[in-house]
């Protein structure tokens, strides 16, 4: 390869996640403009050799640039966020149209509709777009049961509230209070009810349709903590953009 050659991690929607190679891509006429920036959305010409891992890019025509999100500096993050949690968690050349799908709605929700003033769009999306990505893998655990003895986490206790629910790094599923005191269990956060709700209501409507209209930076981070803490479980590393994201704005 050239000095001025590109490799490039693309998603596509029948091929999956390929990665190829962008000759000249780095010279100002190269050919490919925005098309390469990052999650620009594209239609892509490439071609595939059998015996090569990577494939050679022609062109591509841009369909939708995220440059207008750039100037804002959590839609920027939650960008890097989409793209590090796409590239680390489908595995190579597996079609996945959902996820493929599952990205086009959240880029959209990043835009604030209607020009109004939508601060809470940014982790409406990124709780959205974890909840999605792990159920989409396979990787949602149970939500509705205690790990440990099997009790139902929605059923009310004595005080009426529901029942309370922990998790912790390394173990798919929750706990309940009792058993989250029991030897072995480590370090625990809270997922709360409100956060349960959340993730249960996600499960069933379009991110359009949420009844949780005033979001903020801790709504949910319960629910994309426990996301994060699933996602980094099975691709075996710590996620580098989670934290950036989390950070006190
Ligand atoms: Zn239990």
Redesign the pocket.
């Known amino acids: 390869m050239k000095e001025a050659d590109l490799v490039v991690s693309f998603l596509t929607r029948d091929q999956g996640r390929l990665r190829g190679v962008a000759k000249r891509a780095r010279r100002p006429k190269g050919g490919f403009g925005a098309g390469l920036e990052r999650l620009s959305h594209v239609r892509m010409a490439y071609f595939q050799r059998e015996t090569r891992e990577l494939v050679n890019l022609d062109s591509c025509e841009l369909i939708r640039s995220q440059f207008d999100l750039a100037s804002d500096y959590w839609a920027s993050v939650a960008l890097d966020y989409f793209a590090e949690v796409s590239e680390q968690m489908l595995p190579a050349a597996e079609a996945n149209e959902r996820f493929f799908r599952l990205l086009l709605t959240v880029l959209e929700c990043l835009r604030p509709a209607g020009g109004a003033q939508d601060a809470g769009r940014v982790w409406r999306a990124v709780t959205y777009f974890s909840l999605w990505a792990v159920r989409l893998s396979g990787w949602l655990p149970e939500l509705h049961a ?6 139902v986490l929605d059923d009310a206790g004595p005080d009426g509230a529901p029942e309370r629910a922990f998790f912790s790094r390394g173990r798919a599923g929750l ?2 209070s ?2 989250r005191r029991m030897p072995g269990a480590g370090n625990t956060w809270e997922l709360s009810a409100e956060s349960r709700s959340i993730a249960v209501e996600m499960l069933q409507k379009p991110v359009s349709g949420l009844s949780v209209n005033a979001w903020g930076q801790s709504t949910g981070a319960d629910l994309r903590r426990f996301l994060v803490q699933q996602i980094e479980e099975h691709v075996e590393r710590r996620l580098l953009t989670a934290p950036i994201l989390e950070a006190v704005a």
Do not use: V
């Open positions: 205690c790990l440990g003895c099997g009790s706990l309940c009792h058993c």
